[in-house]
C-alpha cells in the first residue's frame, strides 16, 4: 500500500462519519436522550483526531503523484485549500464536541448551546468535507468534472503549469546526496 492508496481509503471516514454521527445527533435530539448526545459528541472528537493522519497522507499522496501527465496543479491547489477548510471545520467541531462532555461530565445534562453549535458545526463541516473529497474525486476521474471545473489541458505537456515540478525538484536537490 502506498500514500495514495492510504489516502483514498482514509479519506472516506470523516466524510460519511460526519453525516452518520450527524444523524445519530439528530436522533438524540428527536428522543431527547443525553447518552446519544454524548455518542454523538465522542464520535465528533473521534472523527477529529481521525482527520489528522488524513491531511498528512493527502500531503504525501500529492508529492507520490506530483510527476503524473494528468495531474493538474490547479485542481490539486483547488483540493488542498478546500482541505484546510475541512480540517478546520472538523478541528472546531471535534472542540465544541469534546468541550460538550466536558460540561456534560458527571452525568450533567449536555447545554443546548452546546449541541446548537455542534449540529451546525456538523452542518458546515460535511458540506465542507464533501466538497473536499468531489475536488479530490476530480484530480483523477474526469468523468465527474463540470465544464467549468479546474481541468488537465488536452495537451499538457505543451501548456504545463509547472508548479508541482519545481516543488519537487526544490525537495529533491535540498535532500543529502548519498
Same mark, same amino acid.
Request: glycine fraction near 8%; include cysteine; proline fraction near 4%.
Given at each position: 500500500?502506498?500514500?495514495?492508496? !492510504?489516502? @483514498? ?6 466524510? %460519511? +462519519?460526519?453525516?452518520?454521527?450527524? &444523524? ?68 472546531? !467541531?471535534? @472542540? ?6 466536558? %460540561? +456534560?461530565?458527571?452525568?450533567?445534562? &449536555? ?68
Amino acid at each position: 500500500m502506498n500514500w495514495v492508496h !492510504l489516502h @483514498l481509503a482514509l479519506n472516506h471516514i470523516p466524510v %460519511l +462519519g460526519t453525516l452518520f454521527v450527524g &444523524i445519530l445527533l439528530a436522533t438524540a435530539l428527536i428522543k431527547r436522550s443525553e447518552e446519544l448526545k454524548r455518542t454523538s459528541l465522542a464520535g465528533f472528537v473521534a472523527l477529529t483526531i481521525i482527520s489528522i493522519p488524513i491531511k498528512f497522507t493527502g500531503d504525501f499522496a500529492r508529492e507520490a503523484v506530483a510527476q503524473s501527465e494528468w495531474l493538474s496543479a490547479a485542481g490539486v491547489a483547488a483540493h488542498e485549500q478546500s482541505a484546510d477548510q475541512a480540517t478546520t471545520g472538523m478541528f472546531l !467541531l471535534g @472542540l465544541v464536541a469534546a468541550f460538550g462532555l466536558y %460540561l +456534560g461530565r458527571r452525568q450533567r445534562p &449536555i447545554p443546548g448551546w452546546v449541541v446548537g453549535a455542534t449540529v451546525f458545526l456538523a452542518l458546515v463541516t460535511f458540506a465542507l468535507m464533501a466538497r473536499t473529497a468531489n475536488l479530490g474525486g476530480q484530480l483523477r476521474h474526469e468523468e465527474i468534472r463540470s465544464v467549468s471545473t479546474i481541468h488537465t489541458p488536452p495537451h499538457r505537456s505543451a501548456t504545463r503549469d509547472r508548479s508541482c515540478d519545481l516543488m519537487m525538484r526544490d525537495q529533491r536537490s535540498a535532500e543529502p546526496q548519498r
